[in-house]
Each structure stands twice: as structure tokens, then as C-alpha cells.
């Protein structure tokens, strides 16, 4: 079953405690659109960032979403 983009911004900020997510869907059930803002990805590069946000997506990201644009970045200071 596809989760909803609350039940996914749950999980990221599972996976990312300080995060600020947001989920929206843009094309039918399990095609979404997030932004994932952390300071976990200073220094790191934006594979990596992407990684992170993976991990914390788990088996949903093989199994229950289609497609994922993904965008992330470090707090403003």
C-alpha cells in the first residue's frame, strides 16, 4: 500500500530527527514531490543527502513509491 505524504514525512523525520519535510503528491497515488531541509547534510554532498533520505524511506522507496523528486538542502542561517 502507497503511503500518504503525511505517513512519508513521518519517516523521514524518523530518520532525520531535525528535519523540516514536505510531501506533496504530483501525479496520481505515488508519484511525490519533497523537500527535506537538515543540518545532518552539511558537508555532504547531494547523492549522499539523497542517500540519507533513502535510508530513512526504507523498503518504501523499492516497494510503495513510484517516483520521488527529491530536493535537499542545509538550513539558512
Known amino acids: ?3 500518504t505524504p503525511e505517513e ?4 523521514v523525520r524518523q530518520g532525520l530527527p531535525d528535519a523540516v519535510v514536505d510531501v506533496r503528491l504530483y ?11 537538515s543540518a545532518a547534510f ?3 554532498s547531494r ?5 540519507m533520505v533513502y535510508a530513512a524511506l526504507g523498503d518504501h522507496m523499492r516497494e510503495a513509491i513510484h517516483a520521488l523528486a527529491l530536493k535537499t538542502s542545509v538550513p539558512k542561517e
Open 1 to 3: 500500500m502507497t503511503p
Open 47 to 51: 547523492i549522499a543527502q539523497h542517500k
Open 27 to 37: 501525479s496520481g497515488d505515488d508519484h511525490f514531490e519533497m523537500e527535506v531541509v
Open 42 to 44: 552539511a558537508g555532504k
Open 8 to 11: 512519508i514525512a513521518v519517516m
